[in-house]
């Protein structure tokens, strides 16, 4: 029997947490008297950690391992999850145990008021101050750029019905999952969860990941805004820089009329030229992007689409 409940949790030299996470979560998901599965993704540890999940699915038939075979980071782990989890509701969160499991529940509930993926906001988090500040900066530019009213984006406690982890493309950009959901239709709800001082092991962000990540927002603005519409995109460069060249170059014409030298405005000159040629390129590479659309027949099935059949 499929169980209804999979907790998937990726982990990466954990050793000292994931006995101690396995622990909380039993004590939380048997008094939800709801079937279970629980699947650790060991992402290339070099430390103990895979020997102990191996020791607790040996004990426990409800414990799952996935031991990848060198570190691939959190976005595989996760997709790895995904893939083999058999739960009707997919949690995932972190093995670092500052997700605390006691909120399990809580999540359940809001799936009753008819959402189809919750996710997790760390109101108040126990992170050192540069790592809070930067994850706020990185959250406030998410709402802005992608319109959207997330808190917590970064979150790694969230919940999942099936139909999104299945229909839900999301390649690297796992921790932007919500934002392609919503723009897909799904509800999308957040509550606010505990969020727990690290005790053991070593945080896995850095400077590397923060980039990452702000890259990750302006690939993701592009799919959600202009996927199927790329000539929008690079056409509206285009004419914004094509518009500022031909502006210099009536201001340079204005000048040649009424001095008749424009000596001192030769880098003006440059600067309004290189802006209308590379305007065009931005234009030619929208239509370009629209032809290659178009012939390819890009547009997927509407299957994901459609919500109910009668």
């Known amino acids: 029997m499929k169980p209804f409940l999979s907790l998937v949790i990726p982990a990466r030299n954990e050793e000292e947490n994931v006995l101690l996470l396995y622990n909380e979560i039993v004590e939380v998901t048997n008094k939800l008297k709801k079937t279970w ?3 650790f993704i060991d992402d290339g540890s070099t430390d103990n950690t895979f020997n102990i999940l191996k020791k ?22 996760l997709k790895a999850g995904f893939e083999n989890a058999t739960g009707e509701i997919i949690f995932t969160l972190d093995a670092d145990l500052q997700d605390n499991p006691k909120e399990i529940p809580n999540f359940l509930k809001k799936f009753e008021e008819g959402y189809d993926l919750v996710i997790g906001w760390k109101k108040k988090r126990h992170d050192p101050a540069d790592r809070v500040i930067s994850s706020r900066l990185f959250n406030f530019a998410v709402s802005v750029m992608t319109q959207t009213k997330f808190h917590d984006i970064n979150c790694g406690f ?3 019905k099936r139909v999104v982890v299945e ?3 999301f390649g690297e950009l796992f921790r932007f999952i919500p934002i392609l959901a919503a723009k897909q239709n799904y509800k999308v709800a957040e509550i606010v969860v505990e969020h727990r001082p690290r ?4 945080s896995k962000f850095g400077l590397e990941r923060a980039v990452k990540g702000f890259l990750d927002l302006i690939t993701i603005v592009f799919l959600t ?3 199927r519409k790329p000539g929008q995109f690079f056409g509206m460069i285009g004419l914004v820089m094509g518009f500022g060249g031909v502006l210099i170059g009536a201001y340079i014409t204005y000048l040649r009329i009424t001095t008749g030298g424009i000596e001192y405005r030769y880098p003006l000159l440059f600067l309004g030229v290189l802006l209308m040629i590379v305007g065009v390129q931005f234009i030619s590479t929208g239509l370009t992007s629209e032809m290659m659309i178009s012939l390819s027949g890009r547009e997927k099935s509407t299957k994901a689409l459609i919500s109910e059949k009668l």
């Open 225 to 227: 805004g202009y996927l």
């Open 199 to 202: 005790k053991f092991g070593e």
């Open 56 to 77: 607790l699915h040996s004990k426990d038939s409800r414990v799952k391992v996935l031991r990848l075979r060198g570190w691939f980071g959190k976005a595989i782990a």
């Open 37 to 39: 599965e629980l699947m």
């Open 158 to 160: 969230k919940a999942y």
């Open 167 to 169: 229909n839900v493309e």
